[in-house]
């Protein structure tokens, strides 16, 4: 099964959040085939969250995007690892969303 495009993915997001009342933004615009996709949810009164690419093991066998959270817990944090992001690969995307239950809207990984 092919994945769809990066730029699709991101706009296919921000509708869906737009369209349950929430908030979106595209922070940085990547490689539009394949970059990776980096997302920050911003719930309402708590604090951010990253959620990055999961690795290859958690990966979706059907060719769906995954992600798995981030330890970054602050703006600080988030910053600092979309820096190391940047000089490891330049062509990512961010998206910033605020929203209740953001995980409801991207495939997170369970880490065992």
Do not use: C
Not at 23 to 37: N, T
Not at 68 to 94: C, K, T, V
């Amino acid at each position: 099964m092919a994945r769809i495009t990066s730029e699709l993915f991101v706009s296919q997001l921000v509708r869906r959040v737009f369209s349950a009342g929430g908030f979106a933004a595209i922070g940085r615009k990547g490689a539009e085939m394949a970059g990776a996709v980096f997302v920050i949810a911003r719930p309402p009164g708590e604090p951010p969250a990253l959620y990055a690419p999961a690795v290859q093991t958690l990966a979706d066998e059907g060719g769906g995007r995954r992600f798995m959270r981030e330890a970054a817990a602050d703006d600080a944090a988030i910053a600092a690892r979309l820096e190391r992001e940047a000089r490891f690969d330049p062509d990512y995307w961010l998206v910033e969303i605020e929203i209740r239950d953001a995980e409801s809207f991207i495939d997170v990984a369970a880490e065992d």
